[in-house]
């Protein structure tokens, strides 16, 4: 049996660009850190959660990049003169993408209690119709 793909099926036309998304989003996502929530908080707004203990306001970035987005950590190099005896707390960099479908914009972002929370709202989409002229063939 032949399997069917979003690029080969005769009713899907230019959705090659959504199968090469899909497979970039399944390769993005093998790390676990740090763990994160996304939830629905109206019918165009959802609200990305990430728990980011230990990080500053300014060891963060957050960046939408080709309808990414792209937030990064990297904790600050003071850690380096202080000697721990036990050191269980990570202090790692980290960047975790988000792709976000077109429409949808980052509409701020706040850290609160470990956790930064990245709002985001979907535009309401243009309805177009278009009537296409049918033309005679020139025989």
């Known amino acids: 049996m032949t399997k069917l793909t979003l690029g080969t099926h005769p009713f899907l036309l230019g959705f090659e660009q959504l199968e ?6 399944a390769k993005a996502s093998g790390d676990g850190y740090p763990p994160y929530n ?18 500053a306001e300014g060891d963060l970035s ?22 721990f005896l036990h050191r269980g707390i990570a202090a790692r960099q980290f960047q975790r993408s ?17 956790l930064l929370h990245i709002d985001l709202s979907r535009q309401p989409a243009d309805s177009v ?7 005679r063939s020139g025989k």
Do not use: C, P
Not at 20 to 25: A, G, I, P, Y
Not at 64 to 69: I, R
């Open 20 to 25: 090469r998304l899909v497979e970039r989003t």
């Open 38 to 55: 996304i939830e629905q908080t109206s019918d165009r707004s959802y609200r990305i959660t990430l728990a980011v203990a230990g990080f």
């Open 62 to 83: 957050i960046t939408v990049e080709d309808n990414q987005l792209v937030v990064r950590g990297r904790q600050s190099d003071a850690a380096e003169e202080r000697v």
């Open 98 to 114: 988000f792709v976000l479908a077109d429409g949808v914009e980052v509409s701020g972002a706040v850290m609160e209690n470990g």
């Open 129 to 135: 119709v278009q009537t296409i002229r049918i033309k």
